[in-house]
């Protein structure tokens, strides 16, 4: 016969296993600013457009804005640009676009941030940061590229500067963007310890050639000359989801 600590358990155990565990769904969120995530990504034969249509739908109604761009070149066909408080909102939409038949050929993961180099900013300015509202109005060209400061050993380290010449060298890269005011809309995500990069940088632009010539001049900076490092770039046209899926032969 089972002595009454062994009976108590056992019953623990049969409870244990028996009962299926309860998924987590509490928010899982940043302590300031938002989850940001990227995904470029090419039909399937049979995608079903009302099924994307319907996840798009549904992460927006869970509090996340949606972006969608007809991409260019052989990378990607799609590309889906979410941001919102609750990163399992953007997990589950990733899960439903796959479902319904995109398949995701690259992505990128990060948060909206302001930089430590940012930190006297009005306070209007540090929650466009934080809380953008996308796309913005009049700019259908748009591109995306990850990028790190170089700290490679024996090389031009931005890590080994002080602090007050990084500053110095961010003022004059944040002037060289200024330039492009109107025409340019910067949106500079943080990625350090969630990918590959340390930034994730979406351009949105009146037209094409405002973010090639955004880009380039940026690049004369010393902030980029000396110390940058890019990844791929991804361009593409932004559209409602729609447009977007009919433009790349989905109906």
Same mark, same amino acid.
């Given at each position: 016969m089972a002595r009454p600590g062994q009976v108590r358990t056992l019953r623990k155990l049969r409870a244990v296993t028996s009962e299926p565990p309860t998924p987590d769904d509490s928010p899982l969120s940043p302590r300031t600013g938002w989850g940001v995530l990227?995904?470029?990504?090419?039909?399937?034969?049979?995608?079903?457009?009302?099924?994307l249509l319907g996840a798009i739908d549904a992460a927006r109604k869970d509090g996340c804005q949606v972006v969608t761009a007809a991409m260019l070149g052989h990378k990607a066909d799609v590309c889906v640009l979410a941001l919102g408080p609750n990163l399992r909102v953007l997990r589950r939409l990733q899960t439903e676009l796959q479902t319904g038949g995109l398949d995701v050929v690259d992505s990128y993961v990060s948060l909206t941030e302001v930089s430590e180099y940012a930190a006297g900013a009005p306070e209007e300015m540090r929650r466009a940061r934080l809380y953008p509202k996308l796309p913005p109005d009049g700019m259908a060209a748009m591109c995306f590229y990850p990028m790190s400061k170089r700290r490679a050993p024996g090389a031009e380290n931005w890590y080994a500067l002080s602090f007050e010449d990084r500053?110095?060298?961010m003022r004059g890269h944040g002037s060289a963007g200024r330039d492009f005011r109107g025409r340019v809309l910067q949106l500079v995500t943080g990625?350090?310890?969630? +990918? %590959?990069?340390?930034w994730g940088v979406t351009l949105f632009g009146?037209?094409? +050639? %405002?973010?090639?010539?955004?880009?380039?001049a940026m690049r004369f900076d010393e902030a980029s000359t000396r110390y940058g490092e890019f990844g791929p770039f991804y361009t593409g046209i932004v559209g409602e989801p729609a447009e977007v899926l009919s433009g790349v032969g989905l109906r």
């Open positions: 990227h995904l470029f990504c090419k039909p399937r034969p049979g995608a079903e457009v009302r099924s500053m110095e060298l990625s350090a310890g969630l +990918d %590959d990069w340390e009146v037209h094409p +050639d %405002d973010l090639k010539d955004c880009v380039y």
